[in-house]
Nanobody, 114 residues
Framework: QVQLVESGGGLVQTGGSLRLSCAAS????????MAWYRQAPGKQRELVAA???????NYADSVKGRFTISRDDAKNTVYLQMNSLKPEDTAVYYC????????WGQGTQVTVSS
């Protein structure tokens, strides 16, 4: 059984940085897409960043230039480096792995204080 375990969330001041990690446990292979989503209170879940096999990356316009996604296939892990954080980045962040099955983490809270 595959599980995604996230870490790295927390409370940070405006302008600060956090690094999120998400590692898969269990047997998983050929992860086509690793991604981070977020959901703020009262809002729909939205894609933050995605990295494809071959290392192509996509970012939401709101985080371009501030967030960097990366993957380590040997460790089945995806990272999200978040710099210059803003209060509007406050949300629960979820990792997502897509093979031919969609896997989700349980979420990690990121709170940016003004």
């Amino acid at each position: 059984q595959v599980q995604l375990v996230e870490s790295g969330g927390g409370l940070v001041q405006t302008g600060g940085s956090l690094r999120l990690s998400c590692a898969a446990s269990g047997r998983i292979s050929s992860i086509n897409i690793m991604a981070w989503y977020r959901q703020a209170p009262g809002k729909q879940r939205e894609l933050v960043a995605a990295v494809f096999s071959g290392d192509k990356k996509n970012y939401a316009d709101s985080v371009k230039g501030r967030f960097t996604i990366s993957r380590d296939d040997a460790k089945n892990t995806v990272y999200l480096q978040m710099n210059s954080l803003k209060p509007e980045d406050t949300a629960v962040y979820y990792c997502n792995f897509f093979t031919y099955v969609n896997y989700w983490g349980q979420g990690t809270q990121v709170t940016v204080s003004s």
